[in-house]
C-alpha cells in the first residue's frame, strides 16, 4: 500500500520542532523502522511529519554519576559501541546488539522504539527493569515519567500529541547480574517471548532483583510482588515455581508468532533457564 499524502517539516533545533508539533496534527520522524510500515498500512495518518534527525542535540550519551542519560536520536548501533553504557549498562548495551538486524540497528533509535511502544520490542523491557525515567518535553515545558508509567498498551505511551521524548536517564547499578534473552521466530524478527533481569546476588542469597517481559502482554509486564519470592536463597525448585506463577499471571496474546498457550509456555521455560544461569542455580 501507498502512505496517505502528508507534509514534511525539517526543523533547525528542537525548539523550532516543538513550536510546530504544537499545531497538532503531526507525527515524529526518527529512524523511521516503525513509522514508514505504519503510514504505508494506514495506520497512522498525520498530516505532518516533522525529521528530528537534523537535530544533533537529541543525540548523546551523557555519564552523570548515578544515572546515564541517553538522548532519543542515539541509534542502537551507537550503543552497542558506546564504552559508557557496555561498563555501566551492560544490559541495555546486551539488548540493543539483539535488536533487528545491522541495518536496523543502524537506523532505528532508542526513543523511536521505546515512543513506538510495539508489545513485542526489546528496549521496553529493560527501561522496566532498570525503573528508568523519560523525559517528555513539549513547546510549554517538560516532565519527568517513569517506565512504569509511560506504556499505557499496545503502541500508547504517555506521550501526548505536542511532546517528544528527548532522552531516557538510566540508573547505575553496580555490580548486579544480568541478561536479556528472546525467543524469535526467525532472525531479527520481534521477540515471542523476551525476558530481562538484574539482579544484586551477594553470598549466593539475592539481595535485589528485576525482572521484566517483553511480548506476553499488551505492554511490557514486570510482575512486582511475584519477584519477592526470589529474595534470598534461591534453589531450582524456587525457580521453577516462580516460573509458574509468573506465567499464569498473564495473558499473552495470540498472532502470527504464536498461540498465547505456546507463548505462556515460552514464557515459563525461558524464566527457567534464564534465572538458573543468572542466579547460578545449578539443576
Do not use: C, W
Not at 84 to 97: D, F, G, R, V
Not at 218 to 236: A, H, N, W
Not at 249 to 277: A, H
Amino acid at each position: 500500500m501507498f502512505p496517505p499524502q502528508f507534509g514534511y517539516y525539517r526543523p533547525s533545533s528542537l525548539a523550532d520542532a516543538l513550536d510546530f508539533m504544537s499545531g497538532g496534527g503531526v507525527k515524529p520522524l526518527a529512524g523511521g523502522q516503525s513509522l514508514i510500515p505504519m503510514l504505508k498500512f494506514r495506520l497512522v495518518q498525520p498530516k505532518f511529519l516533522v525529521d528530528l534527525n537534523p537535530l544533533r542535540e537529541l543525540y548523546f550519551v551523557r555519564d552523570e554519576g548515578k544515572t546515564i542519560s541517553i538522548g532519543s536520536m542515539t541509534k542502537h548501533s551507537d550503543i552497542v559501541k558506546d564504552l559508557t553504557i557496555k561498563n555501566k549498562l551492560p544490559l541495555l548495551s546486551q539488548t540493543a546488539s539483539k535488536v533487528g538486524d545491522m541495518q536496523v540497528r543502524n537506523m532505528g533509535t532508542i526513543g523511536g522504539s521505546l515512543s513506538n511502544a510495539d508489545p513485542s520490542a526489546d528496549y521496553p523491557a529493560v527501561a522496566l527493569a532498570y525503573d528508568a525515567t523519560m523525559i517528555l518535553v513539549s513547546s510549554s515545558g517538560e516532565r519527568n515519567v517513569s517506565a512504569k508509567d509511560f506504556f499505557k498498551g499496545p503502541f500508547t505511551t504517555e506521550l501526548k500529541e505536542d511532546e517528544i521524548l528527548r532522552e531516557i536517564k538510566f540508573p547505575v547499578l553496580e555490580g548486579y547480574k544480568f541478561k536479556y534473552e528472546k525467543i524469535v521466530r526467525r532472525a531479527g524478527d520481534f521477540a515471542l517471548v523476551g525476558m530481562a533481569v538484574l539482579a544484586k546476588v551477594e553470598n549466593n542469597k539475592v539481595d535485589d532483583i528485576r525482572v521484566a517481559y517483553t511480548g506476553v502482554s499488551d505492554k511490557p509486564y514486570r510482575p512486582y510482588e511475584l519477584e519477592k519470592m526470589l529474595i534470598g536463597s534461591v534453589t531450582l525448585d524456587k525457580i521453577k515455581e516462580f516460573a509458574e506463577k509468573v506465567s499464569n499471571s498473564v495473558n499473552p496474546p495470540s498472532d502470527s508468532r504464536g498461540s498465547s498457550s505456546y507463548r505462556r509456555k515460552v514464557m515459563q521455560l525461558v524464566t527457567i533457564n534464564v534465572l538458573k544461569e543468572v542466579l547460578g542455580v545449578v539443576s
